[in-house]
């Protein structure tokens, strides 16, 4: 009856892992990446003004023209204006 009362070392560890894979998978989990559109940096996505390799903000899937009185076109990734031209990591073909 003793026994029973008493958490094993290996029990704990085990409660241990569950508690703290938890803690760390729920905001990733419960993360809407909806919710950040167009609020990464150019930094964080190493954003050029040219193209690279052919390819180009025009032709990504994320790019959304400049209407008649803007220069520049906005992104659903990258925040700020954004070169037809240009270039960055999250580039996806349409």
């Known amino acids: 009856m003793n026994q029973d009362k008493k958490t094993s070392r290996r029990n704990m560890l085990r409660r241990s892992s569950a508690v ?14 909806q919710a950040n559109a167009g609020s990464m940096t150019k930094g964080m996505l ?30 659903k990734v990258v925040a700020g204006p954004v070169n037809p031209q240009g270039w960055c990591m999250a580039y996806s073909h349409r």
């Open 20 to 33: 703290l894979g938890a803690v760390i998978l729920t905001p990733l989990v419960t993360h809407s990446p």
């Open 46 to 75: 190493h954003y050029q003004d040219t193209p690279k390799d052919g390819k180009m903000c025009a032709d990504c899937a994320a790019y959304n023209p400049p209407t008649p009185d803007t220069a520049s076109g906005t992104c």
